[in-house]
């Protein structure tokens, strides 16, 4: 609960992901 606001940032969530990050997000997954 305390990594919530840190770990949307670093990690790779759909829902904050989505949010801004969207491109990043797709190219995260592929890249993996």
Known sequence: M???????QQ???PM???EKPQPVI?????SI
């Open 2 to 8: 305390t990594k919530q606001p840190n770990q949307p």
């Open 16 to 18: 904050p992901a989505q």
């Open 26 to 30: 797709f190219t995260d997954y592929a």
């Open 11 to 13: 990690s790779v969530p």
